[in-house]
DNA sequence: TATCATTAGAATGTATACAATAATACAAGA
DNA sequence: TCTTGTATTATTGTATACATTCTAATGATA
């Protein structure tokens, strides 16, 4: 079964339906497509040089993904996602996430523990050498392995795909020094209460992980919002 | 976008491709499937008399909601949901309703608590006359009812899926008069909180009911054990 | 006999053709 | 002028044809 799941997601990057799901999503999560905008299958094929059928199963998946709403006998259209759905998916994480550590007490492998550990030491070093992307990269790994960890596979699959949801807000997140150091030191803690297989603790750290996450979100908004009124 | 979404699931069931979906959804979850086998594209075209396309749109979706996987350029194979799956979603579920009943303290509308009321009515009726598929129907619109409460696009559409998921479970669950009361008494306590506004009880109403309904779940498999032993 | 290359078959991936549906524009009548 | 019916057009829904990829059987060779 991880043999085709990796079989997958690499025919996934290169066959057509594919890239132009990727594609797509990128374009929405982005901005590069408005809310409510039309999405036509013959006009989207056009511009990337493929035809409908790999055009209407990208919308289809994009549908279930809930980025795109599809009318029938009508068309699709943009969903997007807005503020309040990102503050929602926050608060849901900042639960499934606790209960994601706590499962990984049980059911983590040594090589994850120690995978985990490596993500919070090369985090650290980027964080003070400014490599915020590398930090925002660690920052997807980390969280992306300890969905894995919990050893259940319906639990990964719904933390995945909010991680997913919520990139643009985490990119904002962590692109500055003093947040980015609290964010991984959090996720120290966490590390530390997984190995100690201290179920409760690793539940707590990772729920005001997330929470704290939200916090931090709140103060980068606030801080964009007064930076516009001083121009 | 409301009128959107009913015309979309209007002409879902009427669409070759939404009658697919739901043909195979319902041979998974009810078990017709066996795990692993191979869903090929013209065979479950011509047993329901359509052409690859709808089919494979339909298991597209499928993969989506996680009950199909689907290998690159070899072929569709039945996930199915094991039993540990069943049990994640509960416990998935006894957080997030909890958050779902504690949301709707705010934004419930004032019909939908009346219907609230009304549907633990209803079932407390059909449980003392023993028709348990119109208990288990109203078990079923009770949550979806409450999902909606809610006001969270997000965790509405999560808690249905999941809800879509443990059907097979929640049937068994409610088929015997004692343990259908308990679980009636239960949403009544939920709905009072609401109607009172008071998050903290509805948030634990809610997920003490699902943790409920686990040890429920766990008693009716224990009884079937049993039967099968004494035969 | 074992192993590897080749090839035939079958399945999916993609493109295209045709059918059904919905939106639009326009004209006729009140 | 407003409404309504009709015809046109554009778009999606479905079927089918073709391309590609994987699998497995066959046969040649060491």
Not at 163 to 183: D, I, K, P
Not at 185 to 190: L, P, Q, S, T, V
Not at 205 to 214: P, R, T
């Amino acid at each position: 079964m991880e043999a085709y799941e990796n079989q997958k997601d690499a025919a996934d990057k290169y066959s057509l339906r594919g890239r132009v799901f990727a594609k797509l999503r990128e374009d929405i999560l982005s901005g590069t497509y408005q809310e409510m905008d039309e999405l036509k299958e013959v006009v989207i094929g056009q511009e990337l040089g493929v035809s409908r059928t790999p055009v209407r199963e990208a919308l289809r998946q994009l549908e279930l993904e809930g980025l795109v709403t599809i009318v029938p006998n009508k068309g699709a259209y943009v969903t997007g996602i807005s503020d309040q759905d990102i503050e929602d998916i926050f608060v849901i994480r900042s639960y499934l996430e606790g209960l994601c550590a706590a499962w990984a007490c049980r059911n983590i492998t040594k090589e994850q523990l120690d995978s985990l550990e490596e993500i919070v030491y090369l985090a650290n070093f980027h964080v003070e050498k400014g490599n915020f992307d590398q930090v925002v990269e660690l920052d997807n790994k980390f969280h992306e392995l300890l969905y894995e960890a919990c050893g259940s596979r319906i639990l990964s699959h719904v933390l995945s795909d909010y991680h997913h949801y919520a990139r643009r807000a985490r990119t904002v997140n962590l692109s500055e020094a003093a947040r980015a150091r609290h964010s991984i030191g959090e996720h120290a803690d966490i590390v530390k209460a997984i190995r100690e297989k201290d179920e409760a603790a690793a539940e707590q750290y990772a729920h005001e992980h997330i929470e704290e996450s939200i916090r931090r979100m709140h103060l980068a908004d606030d801080e964009a919002a007064r930076e516009r009124e001083n121009e």
